[in-house]
């Protein structure tokens, strides 16, 4: 295996590890099939992935792979605790930290395909604790160990996360977090930083302290707004620092190091065929973080200068990736359902093992000497920035010249920032030298004591409390049951939004809470019941109730449209619902799409019986998603309906769900991966919305509730058997949505090219004619084709008055869709607006047919795409502003509560006209 010691030579290629777990439920109850195996070799190891379609085997060979899906099936590799991760990876990684090399550990895959559980492991199960805190026990193991007086060690944590780039700190209390988050600032020695809470700790239990508040703070937070904040990056910082002094009390060394532990959000595919119904935009801050990671990668590994500017992981990171040692972990799915999210990851893996960093040591006889060394070469190179900018820009004009400006403004006032910024580094490093042990456990202890006054209403036992209580349920088994409220007896506890005149007891204030939402009584004889109030979203076992409901242990609750909670009964477990397991957020999830899956599959003309398990799952998840995004469009007063569909996907023969879309007049249909993207953008509207009380205001087109992106339109198939023959084609081609309808038609041409790369015409008994009687004639040899894009006639749709649906549009294709290296090849956007652009494309290829290009020309398709955005003239027009609205109705109001006091008797203040009868 390759070898990770702290001896390693500079320049050393970064670690990669793969590790397979075992089935989830959705797995075993989609029937998945295990596709995945594991080999460890002399040197290295493979790991092996099998296409359940095609039964084709591919292996890619990694530092490490662990197996920790079964411990008894054979021929799949040896199993992998976590123990043994530790060992073979967290023990070589802790070594060189301890040395003074910065460390970097990334855990990267889908959703969950077990990263968290790798770094981080099961909470309150010893064995199965992750490197995270397995790393931790072991430097302050080492650290009591340490018998020389004149060595002083010490450790700090921090822990951020990063959302939609912005930038949370994970250990301070959500209500005091800036809105917009926290600013990274760039320092002379460790890159960009971020000024969030520093928490000293003396042993284990402090730092153990700090994550249990950190997953508290992603927990509450996944309620708060929505289930997809899990999808943020989440960024442990562990600062450990080792002091040596003479007898004399001078210091003669200090060795310091970052340890950062890195748990990527879920890498989900893409289609790489593009089919999604949408094109990504490059600010999508969703997609940036692992799209700029990606790219400075590649850029690593091709010896080029990777712009970690383009987000705010890849700048915290800067530092660590381009001094010290990186080793990612690749968690994988092994399951039949998850192969192309899993093939993505291992492909994503090789990638990365192609980078080398070098490392170098932390270790300095005079720390704050070297900080003013590094400060003044940071101050030369940023002048150098300047200096070459300024240089450049004289031999400008025009717009490039404006452009140089302006990227030499930002330069001048990034340098003015920095200095200011280095200045007081300066002075917090002499704090820090001189704060002393006393001082370090005070900042402590202030710490823990804002911990204490964060989270209204939770138990202080934790797991361990006695009374009734809920637990939260969440989709990450890091962040489920990890907030515990009780129900004191002879108390009614109030739930519901924030209410200065009748606040209650628990405070939810996310989506789909109202204020007095519902009550949780537990009475002085032992029963607990739940009371919803006002017509509120309150559910018991998937049903909504409406009123007084007993609650028995196990049950499950849904309150608004995110807070899902298990009702425990300790001391009662005997007179609940009596499962063997305590139902988790999937088993709640399921429960809740149950009694409204049936219309939904009624209306796309499918039965339950029909569908394949895992289309069930998505339908369900579906569910709970559309309702969210209803409930968005409502509050914020957008002309938007949303409503789950199934539909068979044209190219797989496949039923999928995909959601329809109506804005204004215009229907839509937005696949799946498309809907979530945009209702996590919809949920960071509403979020702001929550915290100012205003609409939100989008720049031109980054508006989620409005389509303005390009869009795919359709496709239109066009066969290949006349290029197998060499002989000329022209069609024209229905164009044909994701979902089966009929947009128009596009005139297209494949024109074979005869020896000279010339496309004809060609006399009859013209040598130059290309033609084959044959296919197989063509093996072995390159052939050149012509193809063109003419023109196009989209359908006139009465709907939307005299105009074209789209404008802006343009035709894409490939010539090998299964060609992932291949570039899309475009014509230009057509301005026209008309129902028949035209393009007038002509592209000429060159390809050498192997017996895979034989069959692709013989039996394949080149699939042309239609792309377009939605006309200016049919979108949603602006509704006003609800506000107004409210505040017309109040005046209205208040002027019929004028007239009615006109009525009234001035003696009795009865109604005049009861008085005269």
């Keep these: 295996m390759a070898d990770l010691s702290v001896g390693a030579e500079e320049g050393d290629a970064v670690q990669v590890a793969v590790r397979m777990r075992v089935f989830n439920q959705r797995e075993k109850t989609a029937c998945a099939d295990r596709i995945v195996r594991m080999e460890v070799l002399d040197k290295g190891s493979k790991t092996f992935i099998k296409d359940p379609d095609t039964g084709e085997e591919r292996d890619f060979k990694y530092d490490y792979s662990f197996q920790s899906h079964s411990e008894t099936e054979q021929g799949i590799g040896a199993y992998a605790t976590q123990e043994t991760v530790m060992q073979t990876l967290g023990i070589p990684v802790l070594n060189a930290a301890l040395e003074g090399r910065n460390i970097s550990l990334f855990a990267y895959g889908q959703t969950g395909a077990g990263k968290s559980f790798s770094m981080l492991g099961k909470v309150g199960v010893p064995e199965l604790e992750g490197i995270i805190p397995r790393s931790c026990r072991e430097i302050f193991r080492r650290i009591d160990n340490e018998t020389n007086p004149l060595i002083t060690q010490t450790v700090d944590i921090q822990v951020v996360e990063i959302y939609c780039e912005q930038i949370n700190d994970l250990l301070a209390d959500r209500k005091v977090w800036p809105a917009q988050g926290h600013k990274a600032r760039l320092t002379a020695k460790f890159g960009y930083v971020v000024d969030t809470i520093t928490k000293p700790c003396f042993n284990f239990d402090d730092i153990n302290s700090a994550m249990e508040f950190a997953d508290k703070n992603r927990s509450v937070g996944s309620h708060a707004l929505n289930p997809e904040s899990s999808r943020a990056h989440t960024i442990y910082q562990i600062n450990y620092a080792k002091i040596t002094k003479n007898e004399n009390g001078k210091v003669v060394e200090t060795v310091t190091a970052k340890l950062n532990l890195i748990d990527l959000a879920g890498s989900e595919r893409t289609d790489s065929a593009g089919t999604s119904g949408q094109m990504l935009k490059e600010g999508n801050a969703i997609n940036l973080s692992l799209t700029a990671l990606g790219g400075c990668i590649k850029a690593l590994s091709e010896n080029k200068k990777p712009n970690f500017r383009d987000s705010k992981l890849t700048l915290l990171l800067q530092a660590s990736m381009t001094n010290g040692k990186v080793i990612m972990i690749a968690a994988l799915s092994p399951a039949s359902i998850c192969y192309a999210e899993t093939l993505s990851t291992l492909k994503f893996a090789d990638r990365i093992k192609q980078v080398k960093i070098k490392c170098g040591k932390n270790v300095s006889a005079d720390p704050v000497a070297e900080l003013k060394k590094a400060m003044e070469a940071m101050r030369l190179q940023m002048q150098q920035e300047i200096d070459r900018l300024r240089e450049g820009g004289a031999s400008l004009e025009g717009a490039e010249k404006t452009a140089q400006m302006k990227e030499m403004e930002v330069r001048m006032k990034e340098q003015k920032e920095a200095e200011a910024a280095m200045r007081a580094d300066l002075q917090k490093k002499l704090t820090e030298l001189q704060e002393g042990s006393e001082g370090r ?13 964060a989270f209204q209403g939770l138990s202080a036992a934790g797991a361990d409390e006695k009374a009734p209580h ?5 989709e990450d088994p890091r962040l489920a049951e990890t907030l515990v409220y009780p129900f004191p007896q002879g108390q009614t506890t109030t739930i519901g939004r924030s209410n200065p005149g009748n606040p209650p007891v628990l405070e939810f204030n996310g989506m789909g809470m109202i204020k007095d939402h519902c009550g949780v009584e537990h009475t002085e004889d032992g029963e607990v019941f739940l009371i919803p109030q006002n017509d509120s979203r309150t559910f018991l076992n998937g049903k909504k109730i409406s009123e007084k409901t007993k609650l028995v242990h196990q049950m499950r609750v849904w309150l608004g449209n995110n807070y899902a909670f298990r009702f425990n009964f300790p001391g009662k477990e005997d007179e609940g619902e009596g499962k063997e397991e305590n139902p988790d957020y999937i088993f709640a999830s399921e429960e809740m799409a149950e009694a409204n899956s049936a219309a939904i599959l009624a209306s796309s003309g499918s039965a339950q019986s029909d569908l394949p398990p895992e289309l069930n799952v998505k339908l369900a998840e579906s569910l709970q998603k559309v309702q969210q995004a209803t409930m968005i469009v409502s509050d914020l007063n957008k002309d938007i309906t949303f409503a789950p569909k199934i539909y068979k996907n044209r190219f797989t023969g496949e039923d999928d769900v995909a959601v329809y879309v109506r804005i204004g007049v215009n229907e839509l249909l937005w696949r799946w991966d498309k809907f979530t993207t945009r209702l996590i953008e919809m949920s960071n509207a509403w979020q702001g919305w929550q915290q100012s009380g205003e609409l939100p205001k989008f720049e031109p087109d980054q508006d989620p509730f409005d389509d303005t992106e390009h869009q795919l339109i359709g496709e239109a198939d066009v066969w290949l058997q006349s290029l197998a023959n060499m002989i000329e084609l022209q069609a024209d081609t229905g164009i044909l949505t994701p979902f089966g309808h009929v947009e128009g038609k596009i005139n297209v041409e494949i024109n074979p090219c005869d020896k000279n790369g010339d496309p004809g015409p060609w006399d009859d008994d013209s040598e130059l004619d290309p033609f084959v009687d044959k296919p197989e004639e063509l093996l072995d040899t390159d052939i050149q084709f012509v193809v063109k894009v003419n023109h196009m006639v989209l359908e ?40 028949t652009p035209k393009y007038h494309f002509e592209k000429k290829h060159k390809v050498h047919v192997d017996q895979h290009i034989l069959k692709h020309i013989t039996l394949g398709r080149i699939v042309f795409q239609v792309w377009g955005k939605l006309a200016k003239n049919i979108r949603p027009p602006v509704r006003p502003d609800p506000s107004t609205k409210r505040n017309e109705l109040e005046a209205i109001q208040k002027e019929i509560d004028r007239k009615k006091k006109l009525l009234l008797c001035p003696h009795c203040d009865k109604d005049l006209v009861q008085v005269s009868e």
Excluded: P
Excluded at 441 to 453: L, T
Excluded at 470 to 474: D, E, G, P
């Design 441 to 453: 456990r005070a900042r402590a202890n202030g710490i823990n004591q804002n911990w204490s006054k």
């Design 796 to 835: 006139v749709n009465l709907a939307h008055g005299s105009g074209c649906k789209y404008e802006k549009t343009f035709v894409r294709y490939k010539f090998n869709m299964g060609d992932e290296e291949e570039e899309w090849h475009s014509t230009v956007q057509d301005e026209s607006g008309t129902f």
């Design 470 to 474: 809920f637990v939260n349920l969440n």
